[in-house]
């Protein structure tokens, strides 16, 4: 069985800005990830240039910056078995026309310049991204108080 990992879910400001907070919310919560940590903040210049180290130098890189400077994102921290690739797989492919429909970006948009959300790509980036957006104390363990009965 595999261990328990963290990841790094972001929705981006189109998300956002179209209503689909709650309705991502709730497939990671109804695939049985547990919410670590949420919040709604406004980027900056720095901590995108931090975030997206590996696309500074690409030549879209300064529309991808001002667009995730064009409003809110929701940043999540979600946990369980397999948490990176299980996500991964949950958000579609990168550019959503090849997204599979029943995938957030299959669902959601059409477009790869507003594709809804991101999604850590390894367990070492989910941890880089983790503490970029979060401090340690914003980080939540908790345990589900749902089955406790089974087990009285």
Known sequence: MSQSE???IMIKPDGVQRGLVGSIVSRFEQKGFKLVAMKTRLANKELLDQHYQDL?????FPKLRDYMLSGPVCCMV???TGAVA????MLGATNP?????GTIRGDYCLEVGRNVCHGSDSVENAQREIGLWFQDDELVDWSSH????IYE
């Open 97 to 101: 026309l090849e997204s599979a429909p």
């Open 146 to 149: 749902s089955f406790d009965w």
């Open 56 to 60: 500074t130098t690409k030549g879209f």
């Open 78 to 80: 979600w946990e369980g």
């Open 6 to 8: 963290r990841t790094y």
């Open 86 to 89: 299980t996500g991964r797989k």
